[in-house]
């Protein structure tokens, strides 16, 4: 079934018809012509043709243009004026266009800056450590240690990012590890997706969790072999959390600006930032308001968590700037696969018969759903596990048939298993979207290996599946680890971090991959007539990079560097 949408993204076009200028010759009378000589002013250039030639900011010449329109035309040079796309085409433009700021990209190429449709950036305090790059727990401790030596003992440290899949042990740090480095402060780091977390001996003293301890709802506090407590919780880390002191709003927003203007680094020129507090919308305003800073344009998610705050600040900011915007509504309907949490239809391997868990009742999550798509929100559902994907796909389809909405864009985050063939029919006639995250396939392997198997484990991360049955799917990174090429190669080759291969009928080729991570991720944010593809009219959101993504080998995707990165045809970024 198609879906039903005013517009389907994959067949946008974009009017290209930009008048020219007429000239009208004033041709002086044999009579008159020597005083005409006499009397003439300097003439703008004029091209072969007899036409002025235009003065723009911006020419790229000599290049591979990615345009990602409906044609996924290649050029070799792009016109750029007051932060707008004017035209892309062939070398002959620059007989009608003169520039200041050429640039000469000498074959490389350019393509649309990547828009990152669910990913998190947040301000970090100082007791905090970034641990997405850590390779052993050795490292981990060593980092502890110099940051005890830093803030001193009995100060809170936090961190996030580890992954056991990363460290060369092989295994999770434990309550132990941490001891060692810091047994007189209290220390909790979150492992990379957000599901999970490691605390020591003494973070869970201060939380008063003991064997004697109730186990949270919706919640593990594991205990180890030994059956005593091994430091992980699993879902519910906030019970320590929460104890861990406020931090400065001059560290914090200092921290954020860091933080979004990294992206830049990575092409990365747009994100969704998948779930903040209307409160921290002022932070973003302060930064964004100074048009000074290199910065990624972003839309913010909030959770339903504070309805009339949510719709003051609608109120106040309206569709928002360029920049900055309010993005849909963020429902958690279940957990993540680093519990595992995920709700699935069938057990996990080996676990009994422990499917997960909703992140709330069933009744409360089809109530917030309507709530919410009553109130004329877009949805952004965060849902993993094939079980809370039938959930909400049903629930949106009774919701849209009850009250329907012409265009509504309602889309799943994450979709990391592939629901029955009847779930995507649903999504396809509701015109339900996905965003996905490929790069779950090469970062989560080990997860995905451990609890599930066969025909599940395959299809992990569905991407050729659900496109084949009309839906569309953006890519994005969330955090694991935020970035595209990573999320581009597991895409196409469908590789987890081993080499295994995983499901090569869900592969994707390299211009689809490149559409999702570009054109479809505005669409979602319903900014597909502003950017997401080099077309005139639209933002010149640009990056260049160190090889062509369409004809290198797929094994040297993630080597690939990104040289140069342009927002509304401004340089603000070099890797020179």
Request: net charge negative.
């Amino acid at each position: 079934m198609e879906p039903r949408m005013t517009t389907h993204p994959l067949n946008l076009t974009l009017a290209q018809s930009f008048s020219k200028n007429r000239i009208v010759l004033l041709l002086c009378a044999s009579f008159f012509l020597g005083a005409c000589d006499q009397g003439a002013r300097p003439t703008q250039p004029s091209s072969s043709q007899g036409s002025p030639v235009k003065t723009v900011d911006l020419i790229l010449t000599n290049g591979k243009v990615l345009t990602v329109d409906n044609k996924f035309s290649i050029h070799s040079t792009v016109i750029v004026d007051a932060g707008l796309i004017v035209e892309t085409g062939t070398a002959a433009l620059l007989e009608n266009y003169q520039s200041d700021n050429t640039i000469n990209l000498d074959g490389k190429t350019l393509m649309p800056g990547f828009i990152d449709s669910h990913t998190h950036i947040r301000g970090r305090p100082q007791r905090y450590i970034e641990l997405s790059e850590v390779t052993s727990i050795a490292e981990i401790q060593d980092l502890i240690r110099a940051k005890v030596k830093e803030i001193g003992e009995g100060e809170w440290i936090t961190g996030y990012g580890w992954s056991e899949d990363e460290l060369n042990e092989g295994r999770r740090p434990l309550k132990s590890d941490l001891d060692l480095a810091a047994p007189l402060n209290p220390v909790t780091f979150t492992r990379a997706g957000g599901h999970s977390a490691v605390v020591n001996t003494l973070a869970l003293q201060l939380a008063q969790i003991s064997l004697e301890t109730e186990q949270p709802e919706g919640g593990i506090i594991e205990r180890g072999e030994d059956g005593e407590l091994n430091g992980i919780i699993r879902e519910r880390q906030e019970i320590v959390g929460k104890l861990v002191p406020d931090s400065t709003y001059e560290e914090i927003i200092s921290s954020l600006e860091i933080n979004l203007n990294a992206l830049l680094k990575k092409g990365i020129t747009s994100i969704t930032d998948a779930s903040k507090k209307p409160d921290e919308y002022l932070m973003f305003e302060e930064l964004y308001d100074n048009p000074e800073l290199p910065l990624p344009r972003a839309a913010i998610q909030f959770q339903w968590s504070d309805p009339a705050a949510i719709n003051n600040l609608k109120d106040r900011v309206g569709g928002g700037t360029d920049m900055l915007k309010i993005g849909p509504i963020k429902v958690f309907a279940d957990g993540g696969f680093t519990g595992p949490a995920a709700y699935t239809l069938e057990p996990y391997v080996d676990q009994g018969e422990y499917r997960g868990y909703l992140n709330m009742p069933e009744s409360e999550l089809v109530a917030l759903l309507n709530e919410i798509h009553d109130a004329g929100w877009q949805m952004g559902i965060h849902a993993i596990g094939d079980a809370a994907i039938v959930l909400v796909v049903n629930t949106l389809a009774d919701t849209l048939e009850r009250n329907p909405r012409v265009d509504h864009r309602h889309y799943l985050n994450h979709f990391s298993m592939r629901p029955p063939e009847l779930t995507m029919e649903l999504m396809a006639e509701h015109a339900i979207h996905i965003t996905q995250q490929p790069n779950f396939t090469y970062t989560l392997e080990g997860r995905y290996v451990e609890n599930l198997d066969g025909w599940r484990l395959q299809h992990n991360n569905p991407i050729r599946s659900p496109m084949d049955h009309g839906i569309t799917v953006a890519i994005s990174s969330d955090i694991l680890p935020i970035g595209p090429l990573v999320g581009l190669y597991a895409a196409v080759t469908r590789k987890g971090m081993t080499g295994a291969v995983y499901g090569p009928d869900e592969a994707i080729t390299m211009t689809e991959a490149i559409r999702g991570y570009t054109l479809l991720g505005a669409y979602l944010n319903f900014e597909e007539d502003s950017k997401g593809s080099l077309e005139p009219g639209k933002f010149a959101d640009m990056i260049v990079l160190s090889d062509d993504l369409l004809t290198i080998d797929p094994e040297q995707i993630m080597d690939v560097s990104i040289e140069q990165t342009f927002v509304h045809g401004k340089l603000v970024y070099t890797n020179e």
